[in-house]
């Protein structure tokens, strides 16, 4: 996989090296335990900043795996 797609809030974010079942398996923790966790992120194109989004309970996010090239 060459990266993860990540909506949050509506806004777009990706993250690179992830593992996207652990990514995903932070997440689903963070949401069951109720105890918020953050989660590092690269926020725009070309020269991406780093950015750290909050997840929870409530969190509306979406997970999108995009594959590497053949």
Known sequence: ????QVIYDGLQYSIGE????????????????????WITVNQGE?????????VGPATSIALIAVPDEE
Do not use: F, H, N, V
Not at 1 to 4: D, N, P, Q
């Open 1 to 4: 996989m060459k990266r993860i």
């Open 18 to 37: 992830t593992d996207y079942d652990a990514l995903k398996a932070a997440i689903e923790d963070a949401a069951s335990t109720g105890r918020p966790s």
């Open 46 to 54: 070309g020269q991406p900043r780093p950015a750290e989004i909050l």
